[in-house]
């Protein structure tokens, strides 16, 4: 049973940064692509980045392109998103997710329902 759990959330002043990290048990981790999404109060869940299983490809949401990035080390089962210039709007419950099938081919724009495996999510909040 794939099991994620997210970390590294936190309070952070606008412009700043955080590293979020998601690790992965229950699973070769090098099989999957894995998402990020975020989830603001009130708001859908929208896909933020993905990565493909073997890092070599990686995909962002435009609203967090260029500030944004991924990366996975699969020797040790964990998945990063560095956040840089973190803006309000940032704020969020940011989880990690797999795929329902291996086969998954990363987007700019990962959706959902495409995802079956979750984290319970690490809160991300940008305030001065």
């Known amino acids: 049973q794939l099991q994620l759990v997210e970390s590294g959330g936190g309070l952070v002043q606008p412009g700043g940064s955080l590293r979020l990290s998601c690790s992965a048990s229950g699973y070769t981790l090098d099989y999957s692509a894995i998402a990020w999404f975020r989830q603001a109060p009130g708001k859908e869940r929208e896909g933020v980045s993905c990565?493909?299983?073997?890092?070599?490809?990686?995909n962002y949401a435009d609203s967090v392109k260029g500030r944004f990035t991924v990366s996975r080390d699969n020797a040790k089962k964990r998945i990063y998103l560095e956040m840089n210039g973190l803006k309000p709007e940032d704020t969020a419950l940011y989880y990690c997710?797999?795929?329902?099938?291996?086969?998954?081919?990363?987007?700019?724009?990962?959706?959902?329902?495409?995802?079956?495996?979750w984290g319970q999510g690490t809160q991300v909040t940008v305030s001065s």
């Open positions: 990565i493909s299983r073997d890092g070599a490809v990686t």
């Open positions: 997710a797999a795929p329902w099938s291996l086969g998954y081919v990363c987007t700019n724009d990962p959706r959902k329902s495409h995802f079956g495996f």
